[in-house]
């Protein structure tokens, strides 16, 4: 007899809800959307509408008490994750929870307990792990086609407003991204998804670390910044390790490259970002490559001269996460996104803005 499919309930129908999880989720086989939890009645008429087979709770405590739902996934505002996981978790569900994972470290701690306790899944959202650049990049490093890399730059920059949406009570100017009470912030919301891949090309933890925030708004969190991971040499000895540097924000009329990379043996360059995002919103899921006007270029040192190397990009896949997700519950394959590597990138992001507050150089 064929098993029956994870039932699946999503707490929050916005922008991350219905976009990201709702639209990977539908494209597993082994799910079934079974519930949605949301309270704004616009939202709520489009959970109707798109998942009419779904019972719509006004609650996130209802839908955990759904005896038809094993999975939970949280896609609220930032500094709601951590109560929701442990209640999730307290009620016996696996949890997805969308990043930011937590606003601190303690509060990550606090959930990877409650996960442990009650014996479910956890699991967050690092979807750029599967972005075609991200894993482009990380090809070009494990197969040393820049030789040593000396510095790696990672910049996600535009030009305008912070991004964000208007919050359901409309008791506010601006969306919750551009409030610091909710995790907002451009560093922390790029940041989660640029410290991640840091600690996955680079390993470990940095030896040091400095940052920068600039306020150019009367807002309470940063317009731009930067940090600086410097990290050790990988043979154990004081030689020059890898220095990665990360910029987001929305200074930049003239966008940055995503990466920049400098090594003993070559060069590596590529803007844009990848276009999974653009096609979840047309409904559209699966491998993708960068658009061709965003197509990485290598330069190498060939025979003594330096000389543009034909490389053919790595295809990004979102789904893939969630089909690793089902195939860990039903315990066919390991879980791919651990809490407890993500919470390494927490780590970082509380002493970047610990760097920035003080002026300091960070020592780890």
């Avoid at 999503?10 to 079934?32: K, M, P, W």
């Avoid at 959307?33 to 949301?38: D, H, S, Y």
């Avoid at 919750?176 to 009470?181: D, K, M, P, Q, V």
């Avoid at 930067?226 to 004081?238: E, P, Q, R, V």
Wanted: proline share 5%; with cysteine.
């Amino acid at each position: 007899m064929k098993q029956r499919p994870i039932g699946v309930g999503i707490v929050g129908y916005g922008l991350a809800g219905r976009v990201f999880h709702s639209t990977l989720i539908r494209n597993v086989e082994d799910f079934a959307i079974g519930a949605i939890a949301v309270r704004n009645e616009g939202r709520r008429a489009l959970a109707v509408m798109d998942h009419p087979e779904a019972t719509i709770h006004s609650s996130a405590s209802e839908l955990f008490a759904n005896p038809d739902v094993d999975l939970v996934v949280i896609a609220t505002p930032h500094d709601t994750h951590a109560s929701m996981c442990v209640g999730a978790a307290r009620a016996g569900k696996h949890v997805v929870v969308d990043k930011i994972m937590c606003m601190n470290v303690s509060e990550g701690e606090a959930m990877i307990e409650a996960a442990d306790t009650n014996g479910v899944l956890l699991s967050v959202f690092q979807n750029r792990r599967w972005d075609a650049d991200f894993l482009t990049v990380q090809d070009v490093l494990t197969r040393g086609l820049v030789g040593e890399p000396f510095v790696i730059e990672s910049s996600v920059t535009g030009f305008g407003l912070t991004p964000g949406y208007r919050l359901p009570a409309g008791d506010r100017p601006r969306g919750w991204r551009t409030y610091a009470e909710f995790g907002g912030g451009p560093f922390r919301d790029w940041g989660a998804h640029l410290l991640d891949q840091a600690v996955q090309l680079c390993g470990g933890s940095p030896k040091r670390v400095v940052a920068d925030f600039q306020y150019r708004r009367d807002w309470d969190v940063e317009t731009a910044g930067t940090a600086t991971l410097i990290f050790g040499s990988d043979d154990g000895t004081d030689r020059e390790g890898i220095r990665f540097v990360i910029e987001v924000g929305s200074i930049s009329a003239i966008p940055k490259p995503r990466w920049l990379i400098r090594g003993s043996e070559g060069a590596y360059i590529q803007y844009g970002r990848d276009p999974q995002e653009q096609a979840l919103h047309r409904g559209e899921v699966g491998p993708r490559k960068m658009l061709p006007e965003h197509a990485p270029r290598l330069v190498r040192e060939v025979e003594g001269a330096l000389q543009d190397v034909v490389l053919d990009g790595l295809a990004g896949n979102y789904l893939a996460f969630y089909q690793n997700v089902a195939g860990a519950i039903l315990g066919r394959e390991e879980l791919m996104v651990t809490a407890p590597s993500v919470l390494r990138s927490i780590r970082l992001l509380e002493v970047a803005a610990e760097s920035a507050r003080t002026n300091q150089v960070i020592a780890l």
